[in-house]
Structures are given as C-alpha cells and as structure tokens.
C-alpha cells in the first residue's frame, strides 16, 4: 500500500489542486503556530475585555500568570507546528493520490483544530475572529476539489 500511494502521489493530474489547497491550509497552521510560540504576547487586549477585567488587576489578583501562559502558548504553538507538518504531509501523499480515508482525516483535521479556534474566537468576540474565518478557505477548497476529482 505505502509503495502503491507514493508512486500514485507524483503521477500528473492526480489531485494536484486539491492537494496544493490542503498544503496551504498546512502551512497556515505552521505560521499560527510560530507565532504563538514567537510573537504572542501573554495576554492581548481583547482577553481582559472579554473576563470583564483589567490587566493590572490580572497582575495583581494572578501573579504568576503573565509568566505563565507564554510557555502554554509555546506548547500550543508547537501542536500547531505539528499538525501543519502533518497537513502538509497528508497533502503531499495520501490526499494527493486519494487513499482511502485521506478526505476524511483531513476534513476531521480542519473541524479539530483550525475550526474549533474559530468558533472559540467567535465565542469570545476575538478581534481576530474574521481573520481566522479565512483560514478556513484552504480547507474547505481542498476538499471541494477532492470530491470533484481534481
């Protein structure tokens, strides 16, 4: 099987659209992840707004918490490195030469992972909610092709 899929997966034609769609999606969720890991601050300003608070009284009421939720972030950052790793793996391979359940694993992915942020950042007002919406877009494209074939 793994010798059938890995010659499939570089014949022309066979699911290059769909496949490119699903890597782009892949390396969406590798650039969500470097940033979390590299750039996101602990708290953003929309996060007291939403708990009803402000950032000094965080400080004070939670004093290890600025110091904290960075090193969360750098775990979470680093589950969404992996899953674009493996998106982009699954695109390449077993979404491009269309294995059995391929569409599946990938169509659960997007619901697991850049879905869910999604709808969290809809829950809580997110100012990046929009944004994050258009992620999605790589997603629901790559699999639309796949079921067209293409």
């Known amino acids: 099987m793994a010798r059938q899929v890995a010659a499939s997966a570089g014949t022309p034609g066979s699911g290059q659209l769909s496949s490119g769609a699903l890597a782009l999606g892949g ?3 590798i650039g969500l992840g470097l940033y979390f890991i590299f750039i996101r601050p602990a708290l953003l300003p929309e996060d007291p707004r939403f708990m ?16 904290w ?8 950052g680093g589950y969404m490195v ?12 077993c979404f491009r030469s ?27 007002d997110s ?6 919406l258009l992620f999605i877009a790589p997603w629901l494209v790559a699999l639309g092709l796949y079921a067209r074939g293409k």
């Open 27 to 29: 390396i969406i969720l």
């Open 69 to 76: 939720l960075p090193r969360v972030f750098w775990v979470m």
């Open 82 to 93: 992996s899953t674009g790793l493996l998106t982009c793996y699954l695109a390449r391979t």
């Open 127 to 132: 100012d990046f909610r929009w944004l994050l």
């Open 52 to 67: 009803g608070t402000t950032l000094e009284h965080i400080r004070v009421a939670f004093p290890g918490l600025l110091l």
């Open 98 to 124: 269309r294995a059995p359940g391929a569409a599946w694993i990938a169509a659960l992915s997007a619901v697991t992972s850049i879905g869910l942020m999604v709808v969290v950042n809809f829950l809580i």
